[in-house]
C-alpha cells in the first residue's frame, strides 16, 4: 500500500484527539580474531569472521504487528470512552502511559481535559473497524513503528451537556479515515503505544 501524499492532524472532528474532534534494524557483528600466519614463508591464511547478524524481528509476521496494532488501539480507545463517560472536573491520565507514547500524551490529555472542562459527557462508545497495515519496520533494535489505516465510528457515542441534553453536532461526521503511528514500549518492544493520529485527507476509504 502507498504512504499517503497527505494528511492533516487530528483536531476538529468528534478518537481521543479523532474522537474528541471529530525502518528496518541495523546490522551488527564482530570479526573473530585473525588466524597468524604459519611463518614469514607460508602462504597468507585468510581472516576467519562471523558474519553479520541480523537482529530478530520484534513481529514474526505484518500479521502480528497488524494484531498488536489493534490491540493497542482498543485499549487506547476504551480509556478515552471511559473519561469521556464521567462526569468530574479532574481527570486521571496515569492509565494511559500503558497505551500512548509519552511524545504523544499531553496532546490526549488536552483535548480529554478540555472536553471534561466544558462539561460535555460521553454516552455509549465509539469503535473502530477496516484496519488495514501500511507499514511495519524494526527501526532499530528493540524498536518497531507501525502504521495502519483504519476507519473511526463515532455514530455510537453521544455528547451531553451538563444538564443531560444531547448535544451532538447534527453536522457530525461520525465515520472518519485515520491514519494512526504507533511504537513500541520501552518496557516490551511487542506492546505498541499509540504516537499519532492523522485524519486522512486522500480519499475516503470509510
Same mark, same amino acid.
Given at each position: 500500500m502507498r504512504n499517503p501524499s497527505r494528511r492533516r492532524p487530528v483536531h476538529n472532528v468528534v478518537h &481521543?484527539?479523532?474522537?474528541l474532534f471529530l525502518a528496518? %534494524? &541495523?546490522l551488527s557483528g564482530c570479526s573473530a580474531t585473525p588466524v597468524p600466519v604459519a611463518s614469514s614463508t607460508a602462504d597468507p591464511v585468510a581472516e576467519a569472521t562471523t558474519a553479520p547478524t541480523e537482529p530478530s524481528p520484534i513481529f514474526a509476521s505484518n500479521d502480528e504487528a497488524l494484531a498488536a496494532a489493534k490491540a493497542a488501539y482498543t485499549n487506547y480507545a476504551? !480509556?478515552?470512552d471511559d473519561i469521556m463517560r464521567r462526569r468530574s472536573a479532574t481527570v486521571d491520565f496515569s492509565g494511559f502511559s500503558a497505551s500512548v507514547s509519552a511524545n504523544y !500524551?499531553?496532546?490526549v490529555a488536552e483535548a480529554l481535559d478540555s472536553f471534561t472542562k466544558a462539561g460535555h459527557v460521553g454516552q455509549g462508545a465509539s469503535s473502530f473497524d477496516s484496519v488495514a497495515l501500511v507499514r511495519y519496520s524494526d527501526s532499530a533494535r528493540d524498536h518497531a513503528e507501525?502504521?495502519?489505516?483504519?476507519?473511526?465510528?463515532?455514530? %455510537?457515542?453521544?455528547l451531553l451537556d451538563v444538564s443531560g441534553a444531547d448535544v451532538t453536532p447534527a453536522e457530525r461526521i461520525d465515520r472518519v479515515p485515520l491514519q494512526v503511528s504507533f511504537i513500541s514500549s520501552a518496557e516490551n518492544p511487542s506492546k505498541l503505544?499509540?504516537?499519532k493520529?492523522?485524519?486522512?485527507s486522500g480519499r475516503d476509504f470509510c
Open positions: &481521543t484527539a479523532a474522537v528496518i %534494524g &541495523t476504551a !480509556l478515552s !500524551l499531553p496532546q507501525v502504521e495502519v489505516y483504519m476507519c473511526s465510528d463515532v455514530s %455510537g457515542l453521544r503505544l499509540v504516537d493520529e492523522d485524519v486522512w
